[in-house]
């Protein structure tokens, strides 16, 4: 930089702006203020909830998970003494117990099986009821969506009188025509369950992407059938990637609904032997706390199970954000 360059002098604008605020930070007017304290009067009330029913029980199980309790007295048995700090040994107890990977593994294989049937079924659904030459669009909305509001435990019941045999008018037709069913064995009951999930959530995430299939403009199904589209290839070319992002939501709810079954194998817990304790993580978590009295164990299975959610989301995030990048 030169010479002239450097004493030249300052633009006028400039030097009236230093005038004008003297160096000092621009004072906020009343208005501003008034919104300021009304936007955090507003967030206030969900920061506490938050915290509270979120961040609070998250923060108690890692506190939890890293503590262990131990006894005195003759065999364990004269007392309870205060928590001490255990640092990674729950942990460690988790990971060695076979019967908690297995449930993991179990759950793992039910969502590759799951998942993908049931967004390919919510996401025919979806282009179904928004075609042009569907009837009864509202009525059929609503018979889908309807399984969503039945409870997961009370879903589990009504399945479960489906699947028990003697009782089951599915087992009576498929012995009336030769077949030998059983819901309920060690090599069907987890898919018993995945159709109970299925039932119940295809709806949903139905729901979902009819609400993104909403927000795409008119005018691109307009111009597609003027160029000679069929509706195969407008629900292909136009409306598949224009619902991507609600894909990869429902994609993502999903995988963390999976890792936490627990519901549907604890209703059918008492018809099935093949379900045990350990069935999935969050069974095995839950007899830990309830059953083996062991609650900071089954916090750190608690975690772990999260921390696996939490990879899983992200990585299918990340997974599915390159696909869009190569196409893009």
Not at 134 to 154: K, T
Not at 188 to 216: D, P, R
């Amino acid at each position: 930089m030169s010479r002239d360059t450097l004493s030249r002098p300052e633009p006028v604008v400039r030097k009236r702006a230093r005038k004008d605020t003297g160096g000092r930070p621009r004072r906020v007017s009343r208005t501003e203020a008034r919104n300021a304290r009304a936007a955090a009067g507003f967030l206030l009330p969900f920061l506490a909830l938050f915290g509270l029913c979120f961040i609070a029980p998250i923060g108690y199980a890692l506190y939890q998970s890293l503590q262990k309790t131990e006894r005195t007295g003759p065999l364990g048995l004269g007392g309870r003494e205060q928590e001490a700090f255990a640092g990674l040994a729950n942990y460690a107890h988790a990971l060695a117990d076979d019967r908690f990977l297995t449930g993991f593994g179990r759950v793992l294989l039910f969502g590759a099986v799951q998942i993908p049937l049931m967004i390919v079924l919510a996401t025919a659904l979806a282009l179904l009821l928004e075609s042009a030459s569907a009837r009864g669009v509202a009525f059929f909305r609503g018979a889908f969506f309807l399984p969503y509001g039945v409870p997961g435990v009370i879903a589990s019941i009504l399945w479960g009188f489906l699947y028990v045999p003697g009782i089951s008018p599915l087992v009576k037709i498929a012995d009336f025509a030769g077949w030998d069913v059983d819901f309920l064995s060690r090599g069907t009951v987890l898919w018993s369950i995945a159709n109970i999930v299925t039932w119940q959530f295809t709806g949903y995430n139905m729901l979902v992407l009819i609400a993104q299939l909403k927000a795409v403009p008119g005018e691109l199904y307009e111009a597609a059938r003027i160029d000679g589209a069929s509706a195969w290839q407008v629900a292909r070319h136009i409306k598949l990637p224009l619902i991507r992002p609600a894909l990869v939501l429902t994609t993502v709810f999903s995988i963390i609904g999976t890792l936490q079954l627990f519901a549907e194998p604890m209703v059918l817990r008492p018809l099935a032997s093949s379900i045990d304790s350990g069935f999935t993580p969050n069974l095995h978590a839950y007899s830990e706390a309830f059953v083996g009295n062991n609650q900071h164990v089954a916090a750190a299975e608690a975690v772990l199970l999260a921390l696996v959610a939490c990879v899983l989301s992200l990585g299918f995030l990340r997974l599915a954000g390159g696909r869009a990048e190569e196409r893009g």
